[in-house]
C-alpha cells in the first residue's frame, strides 16, 4: 500500500496527541506546531487506510507525495553515479549528488591522511554493524595540551537522511583545509577568520562521527527510500520487512523503557513492537552496535563536552530535554526519580517537568542563538529554537542521553548536548531533497557548527 508524507492539522492539542496516542500516526521529527485558529500542525507519514480514518475524526489533510515513488527517483540519481574516486573523494564541496556508503567512509579516510595528518586522527569504532561494517570517526586537533574541552558532531543516525554524513564530511574538509593553510572561510554572508580556524583546532578537540548507521544508510539508498532504522534481523524470522532494525534514537538509556516511565496518555513516539516501520526501541536500551558506538566516544574521550546530533528536517535547534517541559524550580523532579514514574510527558500538566539548571538552560540557549544566526547569515533561513519536547515527548534520544550523563555519575564531564533538524518540510523528499538544495543546506549547516566551535 503506498505510504504518503502528509501534513496534518487538528483543532487542539488532545487532538494532536491521540495522532500517536490513539491512531499510531509516524510523526516527521518536531515539525508540529501551532497554526492559525488555535490549530495544531504536523508533518507526518499514512497509508491510505489511516488516512481516510483521520479524514473520519475529522483532521485536515494535505497530500504531498509518495515517498517510495518519489524516493526511487532520487536513489536513481545515487545509483546512476559511481563511487567518488579518490581525487574527488577529498571535496566534497564538488559533489554533484549524495555521498553513498562508500563515498562516506573514503572521504572520512582521506580526510585523516596526507597533508591533514599531522593534526588528525581516524578512529576506529568497536562495534561492527549488524551487515559486518566497519565505523569511524575522526578527531581533528592539533597539540594535546591538557583540559582541552572536546566537541563531538554525530550524524546519520536515521537512515533516510541522507544529508547528515554529506554535512559532516563538508564540514571536516573545510575545517581542516583552512587550518592546514591558514585562511579563513566564508559560507554565504558569514566569514570565520584565519585566526578563529586556528583556535579552534590548537585550542579545542574536535570529533566527528559522521555516518553512525550504515547499513541503514545502505538500504535506504538502494532498497526502501524511507527507511529510518538499522538493520537488525527482524525476529523469529518475519518475512514482514518492517521488522527488521530499531529506531537508533529511541535506543539510548536515557528513560528507555517508556510504558514505566511515562503517563499512560502521554504522547510518546515509541514502540516495542519490533514490526514498527519507525520508531522500535529495541530489545533492551543501549543493544544497538550502532548507539553503543556513538555512546563509546563519550566513555573514551571524556574531554567532550558539547554534543550536535545532526538530523533532518524542521529547520529547528534543539535543546534538552525531550521527555517533558522544562522546569528550574524543582529540583527532585528529575527523571531518576522513581517517584514521578507514570506521570511523565503530557504538555502544560501539573503533574511532572523535567529539572534543569537556570544556568544550564542559559547556556545552551545561548549556544543555539549563535548557531541560529550563523544559519541565517548564510542565505536568510530562519531555523526555530526550542526545547526537544515540543508537542510530543521524546524517550530514549541521544541529546538527552549525552546530558544526562553526568547526572547519573558526577565523575563524568557535563555534555551541553543539542538536534539539529536540518531542511524544510516545504522541500520535496525533505529527509533526501535535491542536492542542488541539500548543497545550500549543508552550507547552512556547516556554519552553524563553525559557530558553535568558535563559541563554545
Sequence with gaps: MPR??????????????????K????????????????RFVVDAFADSDQLETLRAAGYE???????????????????????????????VAAATHYLTVEDVENTLVNAAAGPNVAFTSLIQLPNQTWEGRECHAIKIAAGDQPNRPGIYFLGGIHAREWGSPDILLHFVE????????????????????????QKIVKEKDVYVFPQANPDGRHHSMTAAPDWRKNRRPAPGGSSNP????????????????????????????????????DVYIGPAPMSEP????????????PNIRYFVDVHSYSEAILYCWGDDQNQTQT?????????????????NDTQYKEFISTADKTAVVKL?????????????????????????????????????????????????????????????????????????????ITAALLQFCVRA
Design 61 to 91: 489533510i494535505s497530500v504531498h507525495e509518495d515517498v517510495y515513488e518519489e524516493g526511487t527517483k532520487r536513489q536513481a540519481e545515487v545509483r546512476e553515479l559511481p563511487v567518488l574516486r579518490a581525487e574527488a573523494a577529498a571535496d
Design 242 to 277: 518492517d521488522c527488521a532494525g530499531v529506531d537508533l534514537n529511541r535506543n539510548y538509556d536515557f528513560l528507555w523503557n517508556y510504558t514505566t516511565h511515562f503517563a499512560p496518555d502521554a504522547p510518546v513516539a515509541n514502540s516495542t513492537d519490533p514490526c514498527d516501520h
Design 368 to 444: 543555539a542563538r549563535q548557531m541560529r544566526d550563523a544559519i541565517r547569515a548564510v542565505r536568510g533561513r530562519q531555523y526555530t529554537i526550542m526545547q526537544s519536547m515540543s508537542l510530543y515527548p521524546t524517550a530514549g534520544s541521544s541529546d538527552d542521553y549525552a546530558y544526562s550523563r553526568h547526572i547519573i555519575d558526577s565523575s563524568k564531564s557535563k555534555v551541553f548536548a543539542y538536534t539539529i533538524e536540518w531542511g524544510s518540510p516545504d522541500n520535496p523528499t525533505p529527509f533526501h531533497p535535491p542536492y542542488s538544495e541539500m548543497k545550500q543546506i549543508i552550507q547552512e
Design 4 to 21: 504518503y508524507r502528509v501534513t496534518i492539522a487538528g483543532k487542539d492539542y488532545d487532538a494532536m496527541a491521540d495522532l500517536v496516542r
Design 23 to 38: 491512531y499510531k500516526i509516524n510523526l516527521a521529527g518536531h515539525t508540529g506546531k501551532k497554526a492559525a485558529r488555535r
Design 174 to 197: 573545510k575545517l581542516c583545509t583552512a587550518f592546514r593553510t591558514q585562511t579563513g572561510i566564508t559560507l554565504g554572508g558569514i566569514t570565520f577568520t584565519a585566526k578563529q580556524i
Design 290 to 301: 550502532e548507539t553503543k558506538n556513538a555512546a563509546w566516544m563519550f566513555d573514551n574521550f
Design 331 to 347: 529540583p527532585q523532579m528529575n527523571f531518576r526519580n522513581a517517584a514521578f514514574d507514570g506521570k511523565r510527558g503530557v504538555a
